[in-house]
């Protein structure tokens, strides 16, 4: 009888959703090669989840990182599926669909129907007639494209080139406080929003592509949380068999040794066959130096300004008359400080108790770093007066709580996808050490996702022979 060979080990630095999913596709995939890989979780917190936390505080789910996750990356409905979660993914309420933009000293819908739209005030007569235009403006050249002969462009200057400078000031810069925290003339649109260069590339305009896609029936990615909350997912993947998660291990620093890598943490060291760094930006780039100092300084040139967390909770009665709707984002300009605003007991089912109002504001990211350092009496006081001020809410809140994220989402800022490029060239010599988490391909939770599974997978086909 041949002898089994010696089981390899893949270490995964940080516990967060990304590397998470590292740890589990790699279990996958040893259990279809019928082999054995040791898989090691080290997380420094005393729990998985990293940046998905789920607290529960006087009947509220309160979430102070993801709300939720699109339904975009097959790999999330795997995971879910391999967790038995599927009972417990929740879409949004119906109200749900209903946006607003603080503009111009109050809410104004974002209505699907045009003429819902020209009556709402969002653009005026001017930014209309331009925005009616887009189908007419020429398209960006491929070799003008990120990796070509031009400079990467800003997602400002592409809307403002496509849709005019006013709907880009007023709707799309907006929207990018609601995803990246960030200044849309400070973000690459191909690599923030690669799906709206894809559509200007195959169509030439974005309306056309928009029809297209309606035409051959596509729904757009569906909004998704789980019924216990974001960190429900972490905590599932975590208590898998196959993956030992050891908690309160923070990392310092990782080292090539021979063909594998020594790990030193505050638990010890530990070796690795082949380790998956899905930590946050400022942590993954001091890791990474360990083994590509040119991966590293790449690393440390992009930003992940901080951000605060403000949830407020109020009477039913405080908030009688806003109609249910995800919420609000705030123009620039306003003389507000607040990011924008989600009606969480409206958007899903269950997070407060009935008769209740609960709100999730933001605050910070790089428009704004210095709101983010503000006390915690400061935030809560700010928030109220700016709820007064945006959304009449003029009561006292039954609930407060304030969270903190030092390095909240990085900034893909332009020429990012020739860093990506640099990295990687820097990385991929380096047999068995993969880089996850959002700091590359992608800040939402489904994408960060994906990104680990294919660092797990890509682990677990060298380890496995």
Known sequence: MSEQPEACR????????SGLAAAWKASVEAERAGREIEILVLEADGE????????????????????????DQPVVREMIAACGLESEVLAPEPAANRRYIYRGGRL?????????????????????????????????HDDDAEGGAGEDESLYDFAARRMGPQ?????????????FAGDARKLSAAAAFPRLVAMERAYGSLFKAMRAGRRRGVPPPGHRTLRHGIQAFPHAVGALPG???????????????????????SGGEVTGDAVVVAADLPSAADLVDGVSAEAAAELRQIESPPMAVVHTAFDAAAAAHIEPAY????????????????????????????????TRSMFGGSVDPEAADLGDAQLVDLTLRELRRTAGIDAEPTYTSVARWPHAIPQYAPGHLRRVTRIEAALDPIDGFYLAGNALHGVGLSRAIAVGAECGEKAARLLLP
């Open 10 to 17: 893949l270490v995964v630095v940080g516990g967060g959703p």
């Open 48 to 71: 998985v989840g990293g940046k998905a936390r789920t607290g529960q505080a006087g009947g509220f789910l309160i979430e102070t990182g993801p709300q939720g996750f699109l339904d």
């Open 108 to 140: 104004r819908e974002l209505r699907r129907s045009p003429l819902a739209f020209a009556r709402s005030g969002m653009l005026g007569p001017l930014g209309l007639a331009r925005l009616a235009l887009e189908p007419l403006v020429r398209s960006r």
């Open 167 to 179: 709907a880009a000031r007023r709707l799309i810069s907006p929207v990018v406080l609601g995803i």
């Open 243 to 265: 993956i030992e998660v050891r908690c309160n291990r923070r990392v310092t620093a990782i080292e090539r040794r021979g063909s594998g890598f020594r790990v030193a943490s």
């Open 327 to 358: 919420g609000f984002l705030v123009a620039r300009g306003e003389g507000i400080r607040m990011l924008g605003c989600q009606y969480e007991t409206a958007t899903f089912r269950g997070r407060g108790p009935n008769g209740t109002f609960l």
